[in-house]
């Protein structure tokens, strides 16, 4: 059949094409939901209770999904069969001294004698498939052994990756959502929520309707979003990156205020610091050597996070490679720090942006 986008799968639904088996993957876990429940709905609608089943990926009985997979029909023109996270790299929590293949031919030989009277889904919400870059199909591909199952379901039945958008993308999607509880928001103010919101469907739907509730009817403001919604702190992390590389000491201070570091949060806010740092040294070097963003995003793994590195392409030139090197050995010195003391975690931030703000660029 084909390999489709998540917003061509209900149309195709619409036309009646449905197939019998379909693969459902991706770094937006919410999309993934949202199109397996589109597949669910058009296959069985209002008869789940007779005609879905619903099962564990890791917990598979074959003999007993090979008898539900030729079981007829009941309430519905269809039997219809949810398989969640099996994953072809560890099928199994217990291996008992049996390799991957053993079970992943034994799934694939079911999947292979679908009857016409059923559908079998198989999506992905639990574990990250790996995926590399190909170059001659411009697009990331399935890189490990979960291909055999998604290749046997692109060629069989449909393949649905469901991507993070860029926030570009979003903000349409977030403007027809606030237009439809009465609200308005300008593109600029719809990007900036989708960044803030690291692109993440569930989080920008929740924030969409604090928003909409509290503007009640009026323009939602960048204003509204500074005080309403809680900022990622990978996004605080590239503001603090960029006070660093600008020598805004003020900024910098500012940007750890707005972490709340404590020591519950203190490893996380840490880590969100360190990536961004990371994004903006590997960018800067690639600049320097000529490599673009897609090399970069297929280099060093950054599916679904490509406006990250087009953001650090952006952002990088502030701070030359070596001062960046030097923020990143700080950063490394203050993990041991907060790791192996009681020390106050707001001081230790402080103390290394200091140290920060005086390298040399």
Not at 117 to 124: A, D, G, L, P
């Amino acid at each position: 059949m084909s390999i489709l986008e998540p917003k061509a799968i209900a149309p195709a639904l619409k036309k009646g094409e449905v197939s019998n088996i379909y693969y459902i993957y991706g770094t937006d876990v919410t999309e993934v939901e949202r199109v397996t429940g589109q597949i669910i709905k058009a296959v069985v609608g209002d008869a789940e209770d007779f005609a879905l089943t619903k099962l564990q990926g890791r917990l598979l009985d074959f003999d007993s999904l090979y008898d539900l997979v030729q079981m007829m029909p009941m309430m519905s023109e269809y039997n219809c069969i949810l398989i969640n996270d099996y994953n072809f790299e560890k099928p199994a929590e217990n291996m008992r001294g049996h390799t991957a293949d053993f079970y992943n031919d034994r799934l694939m030989s079911i999947i292979k004698e679908i009857p016409p009277q059923t559908v079998v889904i198989c999506n992905v919400t639990g574990f990250s498939v790996a995926t590399k870059y190909d170059s001659k199909k411009r697009d990331y591909v399935i890189s490990d052994k979960n291909k055999k199952l998604a290749d046997y379901a692109a060629k069989n039945g449909v393949v649905c990756k469901c991507s993070k958008r860029t926030p570009q993308e979003l903000s349409k999607t977030i403007a027809n959502k606030v237009s439809a509880r009465g609200g308005m928001i300008p593109v600029r103010t719809a990007e900036r929520l989708a960044q803030m919101c690291l692109c993440d469907s569930l989080r920008i739907d929740n924030e969409i309707e604090k928003l909409c509730a509290y503007a009640a009817g009026r323009e939602i403001t960048m204003e509204m979003l500074d005080e309403l919604v809680h900022e990622d702190s990978e996004m605080t992390g590239f503001k603090l990156a960029a006070a660093v590389a600008s020598m805004n000491s003020r900024a910098a201070f500012d940007a750890i205020d707005e972490m709340n570091i404590d020591d519950k949060n203190r490893m996380m806010v840490l880590s969100a610091v360190q990536t961004t740092f990371l994004d903006l040294y590997r960018a800067a070097i690639a600049v320097n050597s000529g490599a673009g963003v897609d090399q970069v995003v297929s280099d060093f793994g950054y599916y679904g996070r490509k406006f990250a590195v087009e953001k650090a392409f952006r952002d990088c030139r502030k701070m030359s490679v070596r001062k960046y090197r030097g923020c990143i050995k700080i950063l490394r010195d203050i993990n041991v720090l907060l790791n192996s003391s009681a020390a106050d975690p707001k001081t230790v931030f402080e103390e290394a942006v200091t140290k920060m703000l005086a390298l040399k660029n």
